[in-house]
């Protein structure tokens, strides 16, 4: 498997600098494209909002403020894509189609401003690279983040990066993978796997809490070496703390930069009342993590 496409979803300028900086750095690891995506305000999306019982002058109103409030997104986002390709001299190619740049035979970028549904037009997108790159979501209400990352896990198929507002000094260095059985935790490693081989470390996170029905972290070390990658071993666990931060503090002490783990092995709905290890890695975590669905 070898990383062309990697998708890397704006809708705005909260830690896009983090995200390029990352998405960037993959791509000259690969000599990939990277297409930048940002998908503008729908106005069938807006109208329904705009509720009943105004006048048609407070409806155009509002409709405006909208389209002027998503045009300033696009030209900062935009203009952020200039700064970032002009600094980290990576050539700007053409887009013939939403989903078809020409020229991407080596390190590339192109720029994709999209008006549509955001959840389709960023699944669509993703359906056809090879893997994502996302900003963390925020925690405190930025809900087209948190959007956009379910749309990639729940309806692309695709393994998506997910970088912290402060990007790491390294990307795939030494790598931790949080093996629990599930087949969301498998899918994780098939996406990884080219930054899995490039590692200088891999470890493998196994603890009793977190394991489910399915192979064992001892299975998966042997389905690596078949790839050629040599990976230690690690159980962690306390009766004091919940899996996700022992998982992360395992994470730290092996001193990695990445983690490769499923994500909503319980369902989302369960996430949000209970807590989960995927929902503390995407409020905590301050490391690469590579999830997948």
């Known amino acids: 498997m070898c990383i062309r496409r990697i998708l890397l979803p704006l809708a705005g300028m909260s830690h896009a600098e983090s995200a390029l900086d990352v998405g960037g750095a993959i791509a000259r690891m690969f000599d990939a494209h990277l297409a930048v995506l940002h998908v503008g305000t729908d106005m069938q999306e807006v109208g329904p909002l705009v509720g009943e019982g105004l006048s048609g002058a407070m409806v155009q109103e509002m409709i405006a403020s909208a389209l002027k409030e998503s045009a300033a997104r696009l030209n900062g986002v935009r203009g952020l894509f200039d700064a970032f390709v002009t600094r980290e001299q990576i050539p700007v190619v053409a887009v013939d189609s939403p989903l078809s740049p020409v020229g991407m035979h080596g390190l590339s970028a192109s720029f994709i401003a999209h008006n549509g549904h955001t959840r389709s037009v960023v699944s669509f997108q993703a359906r056809l690279s090879d893997i994502v790159v996302l900003r963390q979501p925020n925690p405190e209400g930025d809900v087209s983040s948190s959007d956009t990352l379910h749309a990639i896990l729940f309806e692309s198929g695709r393994g998506v990066i997910i970088v912290p507002p402060v990007a790491p000094p390294t990307i795939g260095r030494r ?48 389905f690596l070496s078949l790839h050629g990658i040599m990976a230690n071993i690690h159980e962690f666990g306390s009766d004091s703390r919940p899996v996700g931060e022992d998982m992360l503090g395992m994470a730290h002490t092996l001193g990695a930069d990445t983690m490769v783990m499923g ?31």
Do not use: F
């Not at 209970?274 to 995407?282: I, Y």
């Open 175 to 222: 790598i931790c993978i949080g093996w629990n059985g599930t087949s969301e935790a498998a899918s994780a490693i098939h996406h990884a796997l080219p930054l899995l081989k490039r590692a200088e470390a891999v470890h493998i996170l196994h603890s009793p809490a977190y394991q489910r029905p399915g192979p064992e972290a001892r299975h998966v070390r042997s």
């Open 263 to 293: 994500a909503y092995s319980h369902s989302r709905l369960r996430q949000m009342i209970l807590g989960g290890v995927t929902r503390h890695m995407l409020e905590n975590s301050d490391i690469i993590v590579i999830m997948s669905r």
